[in-house]
């Protein structure tokens, strides 16, 4: 339960004063719902307002406070021009304050002539003139702080109005007990939280209290990790010790890679512990995961345990079954698929076959830890693309087994080390860090969309040979267009040039239709396949070698690589075209440089994160995966070893969250919402 201390920061923003529906509405843009909401809507900046009492011609460029006395109005008939007022200050130096949009009535009110007003803007020089373009204007008394916060806005929201609200919302916050350890808070001259808040929104700059509230978050977020982890270790799972007789039948035609050989006995050795495995699983696009994840599920059958193997997706889910049927063909094995789709005598016939056990091997979407679906005996969960699952539906499918089944998670995403330490740190580790033999880098160019006639020229002549290709179509940013239209349009343009050769798949096709378009592509029967990201993972076709993203500097580099390791997965030479837009960011330019320059998913992960941040490593905030607002990239990195040692340290040896430090981070977790771990703690 939620330590009532927290409770005026988790009202609803509508609490605060001046707060109706017609202001929730761009708070909610900016996902403010709460006052904690506010607190941790931390400025993106600041403006140092320079205090004068003279107009001088050196301050052209800052900006400034000052006080003036408006003499003047200057307006004009045209709807169009703006207002101008012409003010003095106190030696009698003259500018004009301009206000575009029409309407002298609002500015004659706010600067009557002949009244000293603190004006504050941007001092500029116009010709021979000075002037100050739409200046706050405060009261003849009022003033302006010397460095102002500034905010992340949206359409309806200044700056000025927020930062009020933050004010309203710095007073309801509450002194809360110190969780830090009190020689680290001493070494790096640490303030209290409040006053840490306090501080950073009154100056944005101010290093010591944005690296207080940062370590606060990363804190909770080992912390809770911690207890998952202790959690798991003590529970008293099932000890899964193969033979390695179905193993010794297996026909590979190739031999495991290092990596490969390296985390099957990884794995090997955590399956053969009672307290249950807890891996994750990282390999780059195809470093052979799923062969891997096939020997982990035939240790499983081995010990006379069934397993499970989960997927984001229903494409990924077929994907896998298939694979591991061909992988696994000729073993005395029973392996099926279940997903949401399946209806009738097939569903029941599944169910009844994991009930009695003689199914051993289940692939599916969530549909397989749902209520009606039981197992005889559930030893082994694995996951794939784990960061689409939160941990309850984790928990949900590891409660399915008579005792806690060992997990092992997957993912296709390379996670950078920090954050694989600060996402995933209750789990063991294992890499695929190298590639299996035969595999050629794929080559990747980008090209300005202006040349699109030439690369369809291209993919005439790619499809004339045989090949077949995907073109992925573009992130769509504007209201009135979508990603559906966009893979519409061009899917009826390469139509008009190749005919029936042209199929597409967007997310908001019936599985069915799906599958029935991805099983002709799989078949050779359509040469080029225009999808929206839908394919970023789950779609192995050897016979694709060519892929064209359009707008490639609209996506992020985790998914640029994603998208490029549909290609290059048979054998010989695959190409990826990367189609920019006219102009580029900064940020862009070095996304698709990198792109170019290398095929190593690592080392584009730790660039990705050090260009688009932690919250936006995966692109959007996908359940379960560790959010940080406070804790910049930077931070993050500097702080993590600390925070992680802290949190061992208080489970360890100062007595979990039962001890004094211990109530204390238990608000942190809550404060957090990182208090899964509390209630963890609580159930175990």
Same mark, same amino acid.
């Not at 933050?166 to 916050?173: F, P, S, T, W």
């Given at each position: 339960m939620r330590p009532d201390i927290l409770n005026p920061l988790f009202a609803e923003v509508e609490a605060l004063k001046g707060v109706g529906p017609a202001l929730a509405k761009p708070l909610d843009r900016l996902g403010i719902a709460r006052v904690l909401d506010l607190l941790f809507h931390l400025p993106s900046g600041w403006v140092d307002r320079w205090p004068r009492d003279e107009l001088m011609q050196s301050d052209v460029g800052r900006t400034i406070a000052i006080t003036l006395t408006p003499t003047d109005y200057r307006t004009s008939s045209s709807p169009r021009a703006p207002t101008r007022v012409v003010a003095t200050d106190q030696h009698g130096n003259t500018v004009a304050l301009v206000f575009f949009?029409?309407?002298?009535?609002?500015?004659?009110?706010?600067?009557?002539?002949g009244e000293p007003r603190r004006v504050s803007g941007r001092l500029d020089q116009y010709g021979q003139d000075l002037q100050i373009i739409h200046p706050e204007v405060g009261g003849e008394d009022g003033d302006f702080r010397e460095r102002e916060a500034v905010?992340?806005?949206?359409?309806?929201?200044?700056?000025?109005?927020?930062?009020?609200?933050?004010?309203?919302?710095?007073?309801?916050?509450? @002194?809360?007990?110190?969780?830090?350890?009190?020689?680290l808070k001493a070494q790096r001259e640490w303030p209290a939280w409040r006053e840490a808040m306090t501080r950073l929104h009154t100056d944005p700059? @101010?290093?010591? &209290?944005?690296?207080?509230?940062?370590?606060?978050?990363?804190?909770?977020?080992?912390?809770?990790?911690?207890?998952?982890? &202790?959690?798991?270790?003590?529970?008293?799972?099932?000890?899964?010790?193969?033979?390695?007789?179905?193993?010794?039948?297996?026909?590979?035609?190739?031999?495991?890679?290092?990596?490969?050989?390296?985390?099957?006995?990884?794995?090997?050795?955590?399956?053969?512990?009672?307290?249950?495995?807890?891996? %994750?699983?990282?390999?780059d696009v195809g470093s052979g995961k799923t062969l891997v994840a096939a020997m982990a599920l035939l240790i499983a059958v081995e010990a006379g345990a069934q397993a &499970?193997?989960?997927a984001p997706t229903e494409i990924l889910a077929r994907q896998h079954y298939e694979t591991l049927r061909r992988t696994l063909a000729g073993l005395p094995i029973e392996i099926a698929v279940l997903t949401g789709r399946d209806k009738g005598r097939a569903r029941e016939a599944t169910l009844m076959g994991l009930a009695d056990g003689s199914i051993h091997i289940?692939?599916?979407?969530?549909?397989?830890?749902?209520?009606?679906?039981?197992?005889?005996?559930?030893?082994?969960?694995?996951?794939?693309?784990?960061h689409r699952f939160g941990v309850a539906e984790?928990? %949900?499918?590891?409660?399915?087994?008579r005792t806690p089944p060992h997990l092992l998670a997957m993912t296709a995403t390379p996670i950078p080390r920090t954050l694989t330490l600060a996402l995933h740190g209750e789990m063991d580790q294992s890499r695929l860090d190298e590639m299996p033999p035969g595999r050629e880098p794929i080559e990747t160019r980008v090209l300005s969309e202006e040349r699109v006639d030439e690369v369809i020229n291209a993919l005439g002549r790619h499809l004339s040979e045989g090949k077949q290709a995907y073109w992925v179509c573009p992130l769509v940013e504007e209201s009135e267009t979508s990603d559906l239209q966009a893979a519409e349009a061009r899917a009826a343009a390469l139509a008009s040039r190749f005919g029936d050769r042209v199929g597409l798949v967007h997310g908001r096709m019936k599985g069915t239709e799906k599958d029935a378009v991805m099983a002709r592509f799989s078949a050779g029967e359509i040469g080029v396949l225009v999808a929206t990201t839908v394919i970023e993972v789950g779609v192995d076709v050897p016979n694709a070698t060519l892929i064209v993203i359009e707008h490639a500097d609209r996506f992020g580099l985790a998914q640029l690589h994603q998208l490029r390791g549909r290609v290059g997965r048979g054998g010989g030479r695959s190409v990826c075209l990367l189609l920019r837009g006219g102009s580029l960011s900064e940020t862009a330019r070095a996304r698709l440089a990198l792109m170019r320059e290398t095929n190593d998913g690592?080392?584009?992960?730790?660039? @990705?994160?050090?260009?688009?941040?932690?919250?936006?490593?995966?692109?959007?905030?996908?359940?379960?995966?560790?959010?940080?607002?406070?804790?910049?990239?930077?931070?993050?990195s500097e702080l993590l070893p600390a925070a992680t040692d802290d949190a061992r340290l208080l489970i360890d040896r100062d007595g979990g969250l039962n001890g004094a430090r211990g109530k204390a981070a238990r608000t942190a977790l809550y404060l957090f919402e990182r208090d899964a771990g509390v209630a963890l703690l609580r159930s175990g």
């Open positions: 949009g029409g309407g002298s009535g609002r500015v004659r009110k706010l600067l009557p002539l905010y992340p806005l949206t359409e309806g929201m200044t700056s000025r109005r927020l930062g009020a609200l933050v004010e309203q919302a710095l007073a309801r916050a509450p @002194d809360l007990p110190e969780w830090i350890e009190p020689s700059a @101010d290093a010591v &209290a944005r690296a207080r509230l940062a370590y606060d978050e990363v804190f909770a977020n080992q912390l809770a990790l911690s207890i998952v982890r &202790a959690d798991t270790r003590k529970r008293r799972g099932r000890a899964l010790q193969g033979d390695g007789r179905l193993r010794d039948l297996l026909r590979l035609p190739y031999q495991l890679t290092g990596a490969q050989a390296r985390s099957v006995r990884e794995i090997e050795g955590d399956l053969a512990q009672s307290a249950p495995m807890l891996r %994750l699983l990282q390999g &499970a193997m989960l289940l692939v599916g979407t969530h549909a397989i830890f749902q209520e009606a679906v039981t197992y005889r005996d559930l030893g082994l969960v694995v996951v794939d693309e784990q984790r928990m %949900l499918l590891q409660a399915k087994g690592f080392r584009i992960a730790e660039e @990705d994160l050090r260009l688009r941040g932690a919250g936006e490593l995966l692109g959007t905030r996908q359940s379960g995966e560790a959010m940080f607002r406070l804790a910049t990239p930077d931070l993050l």
